[in-house]
């Protein structure tokens, strides 16, 4: 950013400088200011003064000729030179009037060429492009928080506003606040309890608070299939947590009820699709013939859709860590919005952790790897165990690169300030 603005400026001075020539040119001939026949700055001495005085000396050689104490052609001379005087006199009023003129001139273009400048680019331009990737999702995560800051004040305000403490749950939920995700699916029981969806976004904030299906996750997606058997996020849920427990066969039915549901075109379909395969070969189970080509081309799509690598932890770094402390690692688009297009939450005491990010963990089912150009992995420790960074959080980011891509080394290896 800062050599953005040190061209810029370079450049408009540069403009300054060729356009503002003309301005500050001066013209006539300079008055002699000391010495002897020195004569007062004109800036000093109005016209009408001016004129005085020469009238005066007119009418004194007029009366010095009348009275003969000059001589005609004496007279005759000192008149012309008078008159000649005058001339010169009025040609450098207004050549310094012209003068005075044009450098307020260039002292307006001077100032008006940036404003104008700076304006435009304002309007037209990329502003946020100036913006360090830190910046960038500083300023989106701070917008976040202010949208999340009215609803929590709104609802402090109406406690009753059931639908609203689900829509606080979900945007809780974008930004990895676990602990108030599940407060505020918890106030919001005499809706959740009755709606599938619902109860399968409940289960897997759990799911991502715990990192484990046992218990309540469990019990909520039981409760889903329950209410409603088809439901897309509860069999997804439901297929992951067979899968998690080697329960291969299970997972694949999960799935591919799931599969039935989904447009076969859709990046969904071919997420799921790999998946069933992945159940089906961890599971010795075979493929059908019909099942095998489109399986194994969703399989190759997915993978196409997914990035890997391995994430460290500088020896320099470990020092101001503790084993608990929570690890993020995102997939952000290079150009794009903010918010993560997936996410995986670890502990330190995991790392080097070796991570592989795909649109199964997307946050938003219009913002996943498969719809990126080019993306970067960022890493942070997380001291706050929040996913709205803070001062002293540890970093690390990978350069740009394109789904599909393998082998990714980050370090966490920089602290915030």
Request: proline residues 5%; without cysteine.
């Amino acid at each position: 950013m800062t050599a953005f603005f040190l061209a810029a400026a370079a450049l408009t001075l540069a403009a300054l400088v060729l356009l503002l020539r003309p301005w500050w040119r001066t013209t006539g001939k300079p008055r002699r200011t000391t010495g002897v026949g020195a004569e007062p700055p004109l800036g000093d001495v109005p016209a009408a003064l001016n004129t005085t005085i020469h009238r005066d000396r007119l009418d004194e050689l007029k009366r010095d000729h009348a009275n003969g104490l000059i001589s005609a052609i004496d007279y005759a001379q000192a008149r012309e030179e008078l008159q000649r005087q005058v001339l010169d006199d009025t040609s450098a009023v207004e050549t310094v009037t012209t003068n005075a003129r044009r450098r307020w001139d260039g002292w307006v273009l001077a100032g008006l060429l940036p404003a104008v400048a700076i304006g435009l680019y304002a309007l037209l331009g990329t502003p946020e492009a100036l913006l360090s990737s830190a910046e960038r999702n500083a300023q989106a995560v701070g917008t976040m928080n202010s949208m999340i800051a009215q609803l929590e004040k709104k609802m402090a305000q109406e406690p009753h506003d059931i639908e609203g403490w689900v829509m606080l749950a979900r945007a809780y939920k974008v930004m990895g606040r676990w602990d108030d995700a599940e407060r505020a699916f918890t106030h919001a029981a005499p809706v959740v309890e009755k709606n599938a969806t619902l109860l399968a976004e409940f289960a897997d904030v759990l799911l991502q608070k715990t990192d484990s299906f046992a218990g309540r996750p469990h019990e909520l997606i039981v409760q889903a299939l329950r209410l409603e058997p088809d439901n897309g996020k509860a069999l997804l849920l439901a297929g992951a947590e067979a899968f998690a427990g080697k329960g291969y066969a299970v997972a694949a039915g999960h799935w591919e009820r799931l599969l039935k549901q989904s447009d076969p075109a859709s990046d969904e379909a071919r997420m799921v699709a790999s998946g069933i395969a992945r159940a089906r070969e961890m599971g010795g189970m075979k493929v059908g013939a019909d099942d095998t080509a489109p399986v194994a081309k969703a399989t190759d799509t997915a993978i196409a859709s997914a990035v890997s690598g391995r994430v460290e932890l500088s020896s320099t770094l470990r020092a101001q860590t503790t084993p608990e402390e929570t690890v993020f690692i995102f997939a952000r688009a290079v150009d794009g919005p903010r918010m993560p297009l997936a996410i995986k939450r670890v502990r330190v005491a995991d790392l080097p952790f070796d991570f592989n990010l795909d649109d199964s963990q997307a946050m938003s089912p219009d913002n996943k790897i498969s719809s990126a150009k080019a993306l970067r992995i960022e890493v942070r420790v997380s001291k706050s165990g929040q996913a709205m960074p803070a001062s002293g959080d540890l970093t690390g980011s990978s350069a740009a690169v394109k789904p599909g891509t393998k082998g990714i080394h980050v370090v966490i290896d920089q602290r915030l300030p």
